[in-house]
């Protein structure tokens, strides 16, 4: 039967990071976790050449933000997860957001008169089917989506209980999807 080796300890090299950026210490963090970080970016999803990207990111972000790290707060491997997975977050973000050369520039062609009527026919349909809702749901659905309000700035403004303002949502939803097909 195979011993396992026992998990070795890195808050001491962390922490040489941290007082005197003891560069020994740091290539130890990297040698072990540097492969490690690139595997879980790897199963959660990103390719080979991002994985390496974003894992040279994460080494680097723990080499400039040792100071950061509070053990009694985590372990240096939660520590170092967490950065990665911060990382792989905001490389998919930036890699879903448009480049600006995508965005088109100058005026917007003239929809097609079906479009237009389509869409009035649509609009005039939602505006009764919000009609038809109680009062309270129809001022909820207002604040939620013409008033850009969020679930929580709603219920501080009414005064009622978060899971109010989502329950009574999610049932004003339902009775427009009901009505609108």
Known sequence: MKKT???KN??????????????KAFAELFDYFAPRVKSFLIRSGASNSMAEDCAQEVMAT???????????????STWIFT??????????????RPEPEDLTWGPESE???????TL?????????AMSALPDAQQALL???????LSHREIAIETGLPLG?????????LDKLRQTMR
Do not use: M
């Open 5 to 7: 080796k026992p998990l």
């Open 62 to 76: 723990v080499w400039l933000k040792a100071h950061l790290f509070d053990p009694s707060r985590a372990s240096v």
């Open 142 to 148: 207002q604040k939620a989506y013409f008033g850009d």
């Open 83 to 96: 950065i990665a997975r911060n990382k792989n977050i905001d490389a998919l973000r930036k890699q879903r």
């Open 10 to 23: 890195w808050v001491k090299q962390l922490q040489q990071v941290q007082k005197s950026q003891d560069s």
């Open 111 to 117: 929809p097609e008169a079906a479009d237009i009527l």
């Open 164 to 172: 109010t303002i989502k329950s009574r949502l999610r049932l004003a």
């Open 120 to 128: 009035q026919q649509e609009t005039e349909q939602l505006r009764l």
